[in-house]
């Protein structure tokens, strides 16, 4: 199966604050009790950016085998320096990084980018019942009703409107299928 989020932050002592969190290492540790509840070791993660706010290449590899699952997938995020340092000198082959990415999920195709965008390729394919073409995003931390991101087929995954926990794709269509005309 395949699990999506973004926006975890790891490490990051201002967000666990502003989300609510007496430690940084409370959050941490709740983001990943959330993704192996749900994550098996064959299921495909796939992270919308903003992984890890700190942390040397040691911190990140061992917080990695924390997190069960087969293969992570990232896009890349506005904090990810640290992220791509520890990609840049791993040679652990079950991660890849990509600016953005379009896949295909039971038939529905995906597009993956840290940031919301209008407009995505066949996005006006889509059907008021039929949604084949979807745009998956993060980066925005507030609720989708206030956002300026509220055009129906795009979905933020952002875990902070998620209560920490990854979408997958029956989650996802859910979530479009609740979304208003806008």
């Known amino acids: 199966m395949n699990w999506y989020f973004s926006d975890p932050h790891f490490g990051h002592v201002n967000m666990a604050k502003h989300r609510g969190f007496s430690s940084v290492e409370e959050m941490d540790q709740t983001i990943i009790d ?87 390729d066949r996005k006006f394919h889509n059907k008021p019942d039929n949604f084949k073409y979807l745009h998956l995003h993060g980066h925005q931390h507030q ?20 209560e920490y926990k990854p979408l997958n794709i029956d989650d996802i269509k859910m979530i479009v299928n609740n979304q208003p005309d806008v």
């Open 143 to 162: 609720n989708q009703q206030n956002s300026l991101m509220r055009i129906k087929g795009a979905v933020n995954v952002n875990l902070d409107l998620n």
């Open 34 to 120: 959330n993704l192996n509840q749900y994550i098996t070791k064959k299921d495909i993660i796939y992270c919308l950016g903003d992984v890890f706010w700190k942390g040397t290449y040691q911190d990140i590899r061992k917080f990695f085998t924390k997190i069960k699952f087969s293969r992570m997938i990232f896009i890349k995020g506005n904090h990810d320096k640290k992220l791509l340092n520890f990609l840049n000198h791993t040679k652990d082959t079950r991660f890849e990084l990509h600016d953005s990415l379009i896949v295909k999920d039971s038939g529905i195709q995906l597009h993956l980018y840290h940031y919301p965008i209008f407009d995505w």
